[in-house]
């Protein structure tokens, strides 16, 4: 299995980022991000099934972040807007097979190798 993240990069505040990942070796019914901010803990980013209607964001993000999904390629996508210092993280890509509602919970089987967004002036 391999979740391979892209998109990354340096922003300064109020611009946008659009993060990808695509997953090889698998079908994995819920994909989503997870971050993490040096010296801090994981925080759960955006969670997706196999459809778009089943999505979901902490309240802290909702209208900023949006998670997208191309079954097709077997990729998904997060776009991130209106970015702030404190968004500066490693992204994470991951996955479960079963259900994305793992994911939503913190608690994906695969993990990505994590793509570093800094938000910057």
């Known amino acids: 299995v391999q979740l391979q993240a892209s998109g990354g990069g340096l922003v300064q505040p109020g611009g946008s980022l659009r993060l990808s990942c695509t997953a090889s070796g698998g079908n994995f019914s819920g994909m989503g991000w997870i971050r993490q901010a040096p010296g801090d803990m994981r925080e759960f980013v955006a969670a997706i099934g196999w459809t778009e209607d089943m999505v979901y964001y902490p309240d802290s993000l909702k209208g900023r972040f949006t998670i997208s999904r191309d079954s097709a390629k077997n990729t998904i996508y997060l776009q991130m807007n209106s970015l702030k210092v404190e968004d500066t993280a490693v992204y994470y890509c991951?996955?479960?097979?079963?259900?994305?509602?793992?994911?939503?919970?913190?608690?994906?089987?695969?993990w990505g190798q994590g793509t570093l967004v800094t938000v910057s002036s």
């Open positions: 991951v996955a479960h097979p079963v259900s994305y509602y793992f994911v939503a919970r913190g608690e994906p089987e695969y």
